[in-house]
């Protein structure tokens, strides 16, 4: 019953900000992963940022690595990505994805549950 909701995307101008939010549901384990991957038209889906709990890690793409930053609150369950310095190539469906146990990995097959995308658009 995992659900994942996601809101915020919307367009931006190059060098200005957004952020992104992802409501979790039904996340009962007490480790676990929840990641931002993106696709762009014609592109593979890549991953963007992943937080997990327990243990407490953060993990960024060298693409958006000082630009991007993922947080969380963890009475809610809700994951955000706080876009600074948008690039029009940050342009993307941007996906939530959660899995369970905090292994690390950017491998989008290794998400269980996924929320409907919601679009970026970065002007220049």
């Known amino acids: 019953q995992v659900q994942l909701v996601e809101s915020g995307g919307g367009l931006v101008q190059a060098g200005g900000s957004l952020r992104l939010s992802c409501a979790a549901s039904g996340l009962t384990f007490s480790s676990f992963a929840m990641a931002w991957f993106r696709q762009a038209p014609g592109k593979e889906r890549e991953f963007v940022a992943a937080?997990?709990?327990?243990?407490?890690?953060?993990y960024y793409a060298d693409s958006v690595k000082g630009r991007f930053t993922i947080s969380r609150d963890n009475a809610k369950i809700t994951v955000y990505l706080q876009m600074n310095s948008a690039k029009p190539e940050d342009t993307a469906v941007y996906y939530c994805?959660?899995?369970?146990?905090?292994?690390?990995?950017?491998?989008?097959?290794?998400?269980?549950?996924w929320g409907q995308g919601t679009q970026v658009t970065v002007s220049s």
């Open positions: 937080t997990t709990w327990s243990p407490t890690r953060t």
């Open positions: 994805a959660a899995k369970m146990w905090a292994t690390t990995t950017r491998d989008a097959n290794e998400y269980d549950y």
